[in-house]
């Protein structure tokens, strides 16, 4: 049974925020992902790694409500949130970044965080309404860009902005939300190494009282960021521990290099 907090939220006993069982996802004969029991602590940075193909990115659609699991269930703070759509589940306090940016090139970061900001509001995305009123939102979204760096471009447009800084950006974007769980698909994809430790220093920042999941393929970030791992195989969890124990575990230098440690 899931223990009272205040203000209404609950979590589960052992103090996770985000728990899975026996989740498991088929299409069309092929099993994505296969009986996962996932748990993850409230407060943590948890971290989903795997090779190519091991399910990260369906368990990161069933987690957020992109898709609908064949069996298993999803809890969040106590709550069965099992086949909610994503927009029911971002309202209960979960944002979510993408790998592939989907930013509007014409619109500059302050505009992307009013429309963002509004869009939490009564009057939902209207595009338009008066610029009197989306300026109502104008502080809060300054004090975002500050948060992820990007004050002093918060009037340029999108397009013109560096690949790192529209991921910084996104990431913006899911803070104006202020969730409670936040998910990140790929945070470091594609950077360069500069901007790779920017994001390890701004996702260690951002993290501060809320939960982060998130996936990746670097090592690096991975053993600079997460409280825990979770490593995927053909859709099963291989192993789980602190990022220690993972990267020393035979079965995981298995999966990566197809030989075992010292084989």
Do not use: C
């Not at 609950?10 to 996962?36: C, D």
């Not at 589940?89 to 963002?116: M, N």
């Not at 809320?210 to 791992?229: C, E, P």
């Amino acid at each position: 049974m899931a223990e009272h907090r205040p203000g209404g939220a609950t979590a589960e006993p052992n103090g996770a925020l985000l728990t899975t069982r026996g989740l498991t996802k088929v299409f069309r004969g092929f099993t994505a992902v296969s009986g996962v029991d996932l748990d993850v602590a409230e407060g943590s940075i948890h971290a989903l790694v795997g090779p190519n193909g091991a399910g990260k990115t369906t368990l990161f659609n069933l987690l957020t409500g992109f898709l609908a699991p064949t069996s298993g269930t999803v809890g969040l703070a106590g709550k069965d949130i099992t086949g909610l759509p994503p927009e029911r589940i971002a309202h209960l306090g979960v944002a979510r970044s993408f790998q592939i940016t989907s930013l509007f090139d014409q619109l500059t970061p302050v505009e992307h965080l009013q429309l963002a900001l509004q869009g939490r509001t009564s009057q939902g995305l209207k595009f338009w309404r008066s610029d009197k009123l989306m300026a109502a939102f104008g502080d809060r979204a300054q004090e975002l860009l500050e948060q992820v760096g990007l004050a002093e471009h918060a009037d340029e447009p999108a397009g013109l902005l560096s690949y790192g800084r529209k991921r910084a950006l996104e990431l913006a974007l899911a803070l104006a939300l202020d969730p409670r769980l936040l998910l990140l698909d790929e945070p470091t994809a594609g950077m360069g190494i500069e901007d790779v430790q920017r994001t390890i220093d701004l996702v260690r920042k951002v993290s501060a009282g809320r939960t982060v999941v998130f996936v990746d393929h670097n090592m690096h970030v991975v053993g600079s960021l997460a409280d825990r791992v979770t490593v995927l195989q053909s859709g099963r969890v291989l192993a789980e521990g602190s990022y220690d124990e993972v990267r020393s575990d035979e079965r995981v230098v298995t999966a990566y290099l197809g030989e075992p440690a010292g084989g």
